[in-house]
């Protein structure tokens, strides 16, 4: 590891002095860690990666998410795209499940939440994703035994890890001038764009390489971005989380694990027990655009699965139903 120029590309990075010495130490101590096995951070497969997570785990080490940060940073540095993707898969979405815990006690009281999670522990950040399902199936089961149906679908509706986000006041100014069907459009064309920077600068779209092949299935996608209005609904079909990987493979199982951006169901996808996992879990993937589409229109919103990896198909595709004042143009 050059210590020297990573330290300086952190410092253009505007990162602050405490935060780099935080990073560096981190690192220092994977390289300990990768010595004992003849390996260094720069010859170490990328597969291993999470071998280190669940060591510090099992160490109850809690610098886990500053190792994530700090190799992220050094992935990025090192142009290691397969190692941004590693860090991505392990971290992503790891506050789900303790925001299902905050949010049952909310909602419902703390006794209910912790009679629905006894004897169950939360999987670590660090731990393999694949792993996480195990727990989901558990909790969900619970959940909806306890609460009944209707309760659990209300409480994984809002997103349980963040949203979409965006430049709201800039898309309701286009949305109001445009229509929404022209708005959807010129969306759906800046995420071509999008990934055709990617592709020409050779950066990540997020966790997932961009070639000549992910930018063709992006365009063919005519749901992708913010969706296709039909009627009184806009249809909205996320770009795959590994599309380069889904087109490469003909086993239909793994093109919904590539499809799947969710590390609390891949596994299970990938294992084939994805029966186990409530079918309703997907309105959490459903709530990531619920508060940007509720921000555009101004008024609340109805989103619901509609085609999903956890339900059998290649493309996760939700339903967004349009209220009655719509600007159509």
């Given amino acids: 590891m050059n210590e020297k120029k990573f330290r300086e590309y952190l410092v253009n990075k505007k990162a602050d002095e405490k935060k780099i010495g935080k990073y560096l130490e981190s690192l220092k101590e994977y390289q300990k860690y990768l ?43 090192t142009k290691r795209n397969d190692f941004i993707e590693a860090t991505i898969d392990i971290f992503e979405s790891h506050n789900a499940m303790d925001n299902l815990s905050a949010r049952i006690a909310e909602w419902h009281s703390e006794e209910i939440r912790d009679e629905i999670f006894a004897g169950l522990t939360i999987p670590s950040l660090g731990i393999h994703p694949e792993k996480k399902p195990q ?26 890890h963040g949203g979409l ?19 959807l459009e010129k969306k759906r064309l800046e995420k071509v764009k999008e990934f055709e920077k990617h592709r020409n600068e050779g950066t990540l779209a997020f966790a997932q390489i961009v070639d000549d092949d992910v930018v063709e299935y992006v365009k063919n996608n005519k749901t992708a971005a913010l969706g296709k209005r039909e009627g009184n609904i806009i249809f909205v079909t996320k770009n795959p989380y590994q599309t380069k990987k889904l087109l490469e493979t003909n ?79």
């Fill in 251 to 329: 086993d239909e199982r793994m093109k919904r694990f590539y499809a799947c951006f969710c590390p609390w169901v891949r596994g299970a996808i990938k294992d084939g027990t994805e029966q186990e996992v409530s079918k309703h879990f997907c309105q959490c993937s459903g709530g990531w655009y619920k508060d940007y589409y509720e921000q555009l229109f101004e008024q609340p919103i109805r989103i619901e699965p509609f085609e999903t990896a956890l339900n059998g198909h290649t493309h996760c595709t939700f339903a967004v139903h349009l209220p009655e004042k719509v600007i159509i143009k």
């Fill in 35 to 77: 010595k004992k096995q003849q390996q260094t951070i720069d010859t170490v497969e990328v597969n291993k990666v999470v071998d280190y997570t669940e060591y510090l785990v099992k160490q109850e080490k809690d610098d886990v998410l500053t190792f994530l940060l700090a190799l992220f940073n050094y992935a990025y540095f």
């Fill in 135 to 160: 727990f989901t199936k558990a909790i969900l089961k619970r959940a909806e035994e306890k609460l009944g149906e209707k309760k659990l679908i209300e409480l994984l509706k809002p997103c349980l």
């Fill in 165 to 183: 986000g965006g430049d709201m006041k800039k898309d309701r100014k286009d949305y109001h001038e445009f229509g929404i069907d022209a708005f």
